[in-house]
């Protein structure tokens, strides 16, 4: 070849060898043999096998390399002679597999359904069952109406299912403990013994089972404790066997339903509370009958225990010359580190004035009520105070505030205001010489969305109040519920409201009360406000007129107007702050009242009052 006459190809190009050579093997070098493994799935002599294929395996295979082993009986064709049956044996993951993988099971309806393992609910996280216990209860409660006895037979269910369920079940059926009802024990026929009430069954567990009696923090008294007449069972000893079962729990957090007048009651009823360090809420009733249980020695320095307490309300029954003590009220208030919310209602001027006003922690919520020693002045005053840079929610009753000033000094002052609640009979006037159409008459904050004016006899201020939600000088506000608002001039400037059928009984209500001068109904405002949306649907707001070919009208429409702005972002309100209640402002007694609705328990909690 041409090519090989080069010196570097012919170096390149392999070397041949002689015959010799290749005959020659090396004794520690392997020689590599070509193996043709064959698996035989049927043995017919039949079959023809190509002479080709027969002659390389006979020659390259070699000679123990059968898949089966050699016998001196003949094999008959299609079988096979093993020494130990092959078995199959499942991987680890496999049978993990096998057990995750869940059974279907045929329903009623011919459907297949998958049932997971239980293994599978045991690892769940605690939240995926508290998410869970979460919708339960808000099955069972509806505008503010809790079905207790529903509520307690699911959660006890839930209980016997397993013990992963019980473990979360029982921190939601004791963590909100309802008391049963006052019902007696019965006498047996051959005992003459009277078996247990169900509060002295639940006393009884309580006591065997302190585990039990550590997952308590609410407790609701409401079916033992009725607030117009007492205990629902006098007879029987109600007021003692609560008193232990609120030994009984360590941990309690708040105490509802049961709100006890201070005279009423021996000190030791008020002292189970006292001693529960993690109490949340309080409420002190006093009457002015009777000395009150304030001036009890040493029971002032029991609110140095109440470190977690963040609200506390103080309602005297009626504004007298029989006093609790000068400085009492501030004394407590400063023992209370935790204070969030606070409401006053009903002390005299010696007992809750100016000076105890501008001494208030820093809250929250702020609720004052027929105060007396609460002036104008004392209020512009809490601007300067520890009380004003937190303040949230403001609640003025009846303080008789005679001077619109005092309104645009703590909307200006305030700066973390977010709700604004006013009422009372006269409404606050302007200062002498000041017009209500001039730019220092109007309110202005930034941040208040929420505002609730009920002044009973119409006045200027309401003139100011509607100029200044038209100038923007509150440009948060979402609400605003004017029982008062006559002549719909607040209504005017929010989103229409929706339209309600009026009934005749309502007719006739409406004409009645139209008799009178002014009174507080808050279905009195609805019906004004529905009529209203009905006169302006009277006036028209635009005219379509239909012409034919010849431009000649033909028919004519009258489209009726609407009362509201579409483009504002305030809502009207008119509802009432508790459930069926018609006085739109909540009340003490509202809280204190329990009442059976559709088959529940009406659960009003005190923060309706802020």
Sequence with gaps: MSLLRSKSLRRKAPRERDSDELEEILPNRPVKQVYVFTQVVRDDSSVPVPRSLGSDISQCQPTQRHTWPTSHKERKPGTFQFSEAPTLTRTPWELDRHRARPQSQRSRHGTATRRLPAHVFEQLPTEIY??????????????????????????????????????????????????????????????????????????????????????????????????????????????????????????????????????????????????????????????SRSSSILNSSGLMDCHNNWQWLETLVLAHGAVSEDEVGIGAVAAIIARLWSLKHLSVSGFSRDEFHDGTLISLPPLQSLRL?????????????????????????????????????????????????????LQQDDSPALLAGTSHTSKRALLASQTLQYLHWDCLHPGVAIDVLAKSVAGGNLPSLQAIKAPSDYDGKLQALCRPIEHHAISADDLAHLAAEDEKSYSRSLRLSRLQAQRRVRESRAQPAFNVVIENQDEQSQETHVIGSFLGDMQSKIEYLLEPDVRDSDCALASWPDVATSRRMDGGELNVPLSVLF
Aim: glycine share 4%.
């Design 130 to 287: 508290t998410c869970i216990l979460a919708h339960l209860d808000a099955a069972h409660q509806k505008d503010s109406v809790v079905f207790v006895d529903s509520r307690q037979r699911d959660l006890r269910n839930l209980c016997l299912v397993s013990k992963r369920w019980a473990m979360v079940a029982m921190v939601s059926l004791y963590g909100d403990l309802w008391l049963p009802s006052p019902a007696a024990g019965s006498k047996r026929m051959i005992s003459l013994a009277r078996t247990k009430s169900p509060l002295e069954l639940l006393l009884r567990t309580l006591t065997d089972a302190p585990d039990l009696a550590f997952l308590v923090r609410r407790m609701h008294a409401t079916s033992l404790y009725d607030s117009a007449h007492g205990f629902r069972n006098p007879s029987a000893p109600m007021s003692q066997t609560l008193e232990q079962v609120i030994e009984r729990c360590t941990e309690l957090e708040s105490l509802s339903g049961c709100t006890v007048a201070s005279q009423t009651v021996r000190i030791g009823y008020y002292a189970k509370p006292l001693q529960r360090p993690r109490l949340r809420e309080h409420v002190w009733l006093i009457h």
């Design 369 to 421: 009520e027929r105060l007396p020693g609460v002036t104008c002045d004392g209020l512009e005053q809490l601007r300067n105070s520890r009380a004003a840079q937190g303040l949230r929610k403001l609640t003025l009753v009846d303080l008789n505030l005679h001077s619109l000033r005092t309104m645009q000094v703590l909307f200006a002052n305030l700066p973390q205001l977010r709700r604004f609640r």
